[in-house]
């Protein structure tokens, strides 16, 4: 397979699962509703974010495999923290369990720092361009401790 293919590949696997996940939650979601706490941005910023986010997750995944450094580890580190990241919003919004997300979120945390090390050792940059990633989604575990504390 070329590497634009595989570049390809894995950047459009996040990008759809990403959007079928927008679509499912999209019918539930009720963020303009909420209490926001200081610092929420306007709901628009979101897909805007997690493109970009998506995007360079499967950038990172294709250098590893393109330079054939995909082993069990890296593809079950990485695959765990999307399902994570895809299972997050469908707590918060769909079903509207915030204390459930949190500790989803904070897992998620976790498996994202765990993925940037894994990368990292096997790839630098793989593992440098997740650092938007860490950050976007530390500052969502604070998004999701005020909406938990501030809509109860």
Do not use: C, H
């Not at 079928?20 to 706490?37: A, D, V």
């Not at 950038?59 to 330079?67: D, E, F, G, R, V």
């Not at 695959?79 to 897992?107: D, H, K, S």
């Amino acid at each position: 397979m070329s590497k634009l293919k595989i570049y390809l590949k894995n950047i459009l696997i996040p990008l759809i699962l990403g959007t079928i996940i927008g679509l499912i939650t999209s019918k539930t979601m009720n963020y303009n509703e909420l209490i926001k706490p200081v610092l929420a941005p306007p709901g628009f910023i979101f897909p805007i974010v997690w493109t970009i986010l998506y995007i360079l997750m499967g950038i990172s995944y294709a250098i590893l495999k393109i330079n054939g450094r995909d082993n069990k580890i890296i593809k079950s580190t990485y695959i765990l923290q999307l399902t994570f990241n895809l299972i997050w919003p469908i707590i918060f919004f769909t079903f509207n369990w915030r204390g459930v997300a949190l500790i989803w979120i904070i897992l998620l945390l976790f498996f994202v720092i765990n993925m940037i090390y894994q990368f990292y050792k096997e790839e630098k940059i793989a593992g440098l361009l997740q650092i938007p990633y860490l950050l976007w989604v530390s500052f969502a575990t604070y998004l999701n401790l005020f909406f938990f504390i501030l809509n109860r």
